[in-house]
């Protein structure tokens, strides 16, 4: 290129450069128009909610271009996704003077000081990419109407796998989600997923058929849930995770399966990083490659009918009305409500605001009082289930306490075990509650940390529960005791007879049905744990079909249910390993079915 023509172009480019950085706010930037700045791409570090926060931040032409995350250990659908809106801000408007994603401050903190840190590599001065104002992430929808095949209302584990579904079936599909990001309950659970004869179990020649899967959840549900369901559970189990695998790319742990109280066998396949994110980002990728438009911070409000048809969804999305129109029917996933403490109390009046949640915000029941506005039957409304090892402070389920799978055991006050700690959530939680201060400490030694290996699988969980002196690691179990307070007598005695147990493989004391290994090598772990609501096993009535049923026991034209939105399928007390199950099988037959009425 001549020279001339160069420079005439680097003028119309400086102008045109110029012209949109004065466009978007930048005024900072005129006055610095000599500055020159490389261009090029530069790693930038910090520390995020997770961890260590890599970025490779491009500057092109004093604008940044791109950024592209190298490093991350932020929670899929919180931090990742936070991540993701501010990278959209950060370059639209060539600022790293961005507001924090309400929700995901530590996550957004950390990626914008890291794109800070990199922009800084380039030599150039930060005030140059600091807008005067500060960048709003909201910008609202651009219409006030939308029409798809297929709305779906919430965007955990069963909204996603029904959008999915339904986009592989042709239907074109708008997802309502209100919380800034998707994933629900679904992205903060363990992930587990009881799947009868599957690869795994087949592998390590565990038997179990679907038989025993129905038995199990009626028995563990005290014999009230619908039999047609359960089976419908069963019989799809399989086929939904093979789903997973080959289809969404979720990824699982080759050869480790848990055996949740309650369950006969070994039976839960585990996702890779041991919580439902995997899931949940695996099936959002799928989506937006399947071009289902995903509204984040867009909250569903009322159900639309014309003649008795479901046709569409009142929503609000930056506090302004929007309307989505649905031409074949809504899929209701909206989760259930154990966060919405006069929710819980209207259906059973027990589990009051002495009782913390592990449920996200968003699980405040609003998909149930929308259906049953417009004629919705719901069922086992009272059935509310605690989980029982969870932070007695925040509230949220503890990982780490999943040693309890392992053999780790439960002592009160005392230093004496009260409980069978293999038994149901239910069993446990009661107990827990029936004991002074409804605290209980959880109990464990190498022996079966070498099995669950809990404190490095979630060791920022561990890290914290230290530091919040909810948790010691000892040499020797006297020690363990005075960190709590626990007569250290009691506990030894305790620790000594149970590992006579682990010999004789038989608890006289408290039939503890499973997982017998013995507490003899430290260093040792004790933990404080309480029971916090969890899982609500009531919601809307559907059949086998995902459709929801009105209070005549007719299908409610248009209107799909799936997940924990629903009821029926887990009567009073929901096992480990079933709400995967159940969010990914209801969710799959209501994103076929809506495509198919
Ligand atoms: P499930 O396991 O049944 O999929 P989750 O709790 O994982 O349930 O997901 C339900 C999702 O629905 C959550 O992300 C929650 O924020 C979202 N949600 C709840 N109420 C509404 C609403 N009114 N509008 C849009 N999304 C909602």
Not at 272 to 296: D, F, W
Not at 347 to 375: E, H, R
Not at 574 to 596: H, S
């Amino acid at each position: 290129m001549k020279q001339s023509l160069k420079r005439a172009l680097f003028a119309v480019a400086l102008v045109f450069g110029l012209f949109l950085m004065v466009g978007c706010g930048n005024q900072q930037a005129s006055s610095k128009q000599a500055t020159t700045v490389k261009d090029g791409t530069y790693v930038g570090t910090s520390k995020g909610e997770g961890g260590t926060l890599k970025v490779a931040v491009t500057i092109k032409g004093k604008k940044i271009t791109d950024v592209k995350t190298v490093e991350t250990h932020e929670t899929a659908g919180l931090g990742i996704e936070a991540s993701e809106q501010l990278r959209e801000a950060i370059v639209a408007h060539n600022s790293v003077n961005v507001d924090a994603v309400s929700g995901a401050s530590k996550s957004s903190e950390g990626y914008l000081t890291a794109v800070k840190n990199a922009v800084k590599k380039s030599g150039a001065p930060l005030s140059l990419f600091m807008s005067k104002k500060k960048i709003a992430l909201s910008k609202g929808l651009a219409k006030t109407d939308y029409t798809y095949d297929v709305v779906v209302i919430g965007g955990g584990g069963g909204g996603l796998a029904a959008a999915v579904t339904a986009a592989e079936n042709g239907a074109t599909v708008g997802l309502l989600e209100k919380q800034p990001n998707v994933g629900g309950n679904t992205a903060v659970s363990g992930g587990e997923f009881n799947v009868p004869g599957s690869d795994i179990q087949k592998r390590k020649g565990i038997k179990d058929s679907k038989a025993l899967f129905i038995s199990d959840t009626l028995k563990g549900g005290d014999n009230i849930a619908d039999p047609a369901l359960v089976t419908t559970l069963a019989n799809n189990a399989n086929s939904a995770y093979e789903w997973l695998k080959t289809d969404v790319n979720v990824r699982f742990h080759k050869d480790e399966l848990l055996q949740f109280g309650g369950v006969s066998v070994p039976r839960a396949v585990v996702p890779v990083g041991g919580t439902g994110a995997e899931i949940v980002n695996k099936l959002q990728k799928k989506a937006k490659k399947l071009g289902v438009k995903i509204y984040t911070s867009t909250k569903a409000t009322a159900l639309t009918t014309a003649s008795g048809k479901v046709t569409g969804v009142t929503a609000t999305n930056t506090g302004k009305p929007v309307t989505f129109h649905a031409t074949k029917g809504v899929v209701d996933a909206a989760g259930g409500f154990a966060a919405n403490v006069a929710m819980r109390v209207k259906y059973n009046p027990k589990y009051d605001a002495t009782y913390k949640t592990t449920a996200v915000a968003g699980a405040t029941g609003d998909g149930i009082v929308m259906a049953q506005k417009i004629g919705a039957q719901l069922v086992d409304m009272k059935q509310i289930q605690t989980y029982p090892t969870s932070n007695p402070e925040t509230g949220i389920i503890s990982y780490v306490a999943d040693a309890r799978f392992s053999g780790a055991i439960l002592v009160n006050q005392a230093g004496k075990r009260f409980v069978n700690e293999s038994g149901r959530r239910d069993d446990i939680s009661n107990a827990i509650m029936a004991q002074k201060g409804h605290y209980a400490y959880l109990v464990w030694g190498q022996e079966i940390e070498k099995l669950s290996k809990t404190t490095t699988t979630y060791k920022k969980e561990f890290n914290g529960l230290k530091s919040s002196n909810l948790l010691a690691e000892t040499n020797n179990v006297k020690s363990l005791a005075d960190a709590f307070d626990i007569d250290a007598t009691t506990l030894s005695n305790t620790v000594k007879t149970f590992n006579g147990y682990v010999k004789a493989k038989k608890d006289p004391d408290f039939q503890k049905s499973a997982a017998f290994t013995s507490i003899a090598k430290g260093p040792y772990y004790i933990e404080k744990v309480a029971p916090s609501t969890h899982h609500t096993m009531g919601g809307i009535k559907i059949n086998t079909n995902a459709q929801a049923i009105d209070t005549k026991g007719q299908v409610i034209p248009g209107l799909y249910a799936a997940g924990e939105v629903t009821g029926g399928i887990h009567g009073t007390n929901r096992l480990g390993g079933n709400a995967i199950c159940d969010i990914i099988v209801f969710g799959r037959i209501a994103g076929a079915q809506v495509t198919k009425d």
